[in-house]
């Protein structure tokens, strides 16, 4: 590795880390760029979800009223103060949300700028991205990509696909013991474009087929208090447990037996990654960039959205079934292994960042240029 003074240094501009993939995305590569010579700092409001033991191997610094109308102006100049003291080569902006305020700086320092999205915008929102210094925009599935090109109006050139990678651990996780009351568990952001609602109906079902299961939902968001009250009315409350302060979902995964993905839009799925690599089975529905990774009877199970009929068929398909669960579990992990290794993020986003640094300012625009 080089020496850290002749490091690409690189700023990795966020809102409040929360425990979902954006914020586990970003964490990922403030840990792993320094292994490609790239040295990364976080620049966020807040970072509740970084344990204190990840927080002592990144360089972090909070503003906790970035957000705030009346506190804004100040958190951003001392920002900049802060940044010109050190400037970095170019802004990594983690989600849209942040655009705004990372074009501001950007800007100012006079600085290219990088764009993560993680999952499909609104129907109201529109992105603009027209950096001054010029950029990139980075999706993590080609499903995602095709779309933000058809609304954006970035040329297809300008946005790359680079999957979300995960950390792989070299052991995979033991198969449950016999006898053991099995656990079958969603996780991410509570929000009801997530599915978690229909996760729910599905577990009534399972249980309705006669099997003994425990049903884990881990994390929280506005949903929580719907969900709840759902699991009361289904009657299942005493079979589900709600987990709503995680900080790393892979302190969760390791102790379930069937992980669930009932999303009704989805970039693509970094949990599930995490539970694939695990060797855990999946259950997904076909939504978004899901489909990159799950294959159908391979590395998980396919269902509709919205269908929780079908997706209690499966859950109970896997718990029925031994060597379904340990097959699709293995091929789950493999496919990790291959394409969804964190280092091949890391890798590629590498390559981006150097990219930029090294053409001419000018952002192609679809209908400036040759279209595709």
């Known amino acids: 590795m080089a020496n850290e003074s002749d490091d690409l240094n690189v700023l990795l501009l966020a809102g409040r880390m929360t425990a979902r993939g954006s914020s586990a995305y970003t964490l990922r590569l403030a840990e792993r760029l320094r292994e490609v010579d790239i040295q990364a700092q976080i620049a966020c409001e807040s970072a509740d979800c970084i344990p204190a033991s990840a927080r002592s191997q990144i360089s972090l610094a909070e503003y906790p009223h970035l957000n705030m109308p009346l506190w804004r102006h100040f958190v951003i100049r001392d920002l900049l103060d802060s940044l010109r003291a050190n400037p970095p080569a170019l802004i990594h902006v983690q989600t849209p949300a942040s655009l705004k305020l990372g074009e501001q700086i950007a800007t100012a320092l006079g600085l290219p700028l990088v764009l993560t999205v993680h ?37 297809p050139h300008d946005v790359r696909m680079i999957h979300s990678g995960v950390e792989f651990p070299e052991v995979e996780a033991p198969p449950p013991a016999e006898g053991r009351v099995p656990v079958v568990a969603t996780a991410g952001p509570l929000e009801p474009q997530k599915g978690q609602e229909y996760f729910l109906r599905a577990a009534r079902r399972v249980l309705d087929h006669g099997l003994d299961v425990e049903f884990l939902v881990a994390g929280s968001g506005p949903s929580e208090p ?57 259950v997904a529905t076909n939504v978004g960039g899901v489909s990159a990774a799950v294959r159908d009877g391979q590395t998980g199970l396919i269902v509709p959205s919205q269908d929780d009929a079908a ?27 291959e394409s969804f290794h964190v280092m091949q993020m890391v890798n590629e986003t590498a390559n981006v960042y150097r990219e930029v640094l090294d053409e001419p300012v000018k952002l192609r625009v679809l209908g400036e240029e040759e279209e595709e």
Request: hydrophobic share 45%; net charge positive.
């Open 226 to 282: 719907a969900l709840r009250r759902l699991a009361g009315e289904l009657a299942i409350a005493p079979h589900v447990t709600f987990v709503p302060y995680v900080q790393r979902y892979s302190d969760v995964l390791g102790a379930i037996d069937v992980f669930c993905l009932p999303s009704l839009q989805q970039g693509l799925g970094t949990i599930m990654l995490e539970a694939m690599a695990l060797g855990k089975p999946v």
């Open 119 to 155: 999952s499909f915008l609104g129907s109201d929102t529109n992105l603009r991205f027209r950096p001054t210094m010029g950029g990139k925009i980075i999706t993590v599935s080609e499903q995602l990509r095709a779309d933000l090109v058809r609304r954006s109006g970035v040329s």
């Open 311 to 337: 997706l209690a068929e499966k859950i109970v398909a896997i718990l029925e079934n031994r060597d379904l669960a340990q097959r699709i579990g293995r091929g789950g992990r493999e496919l990790v292994r």
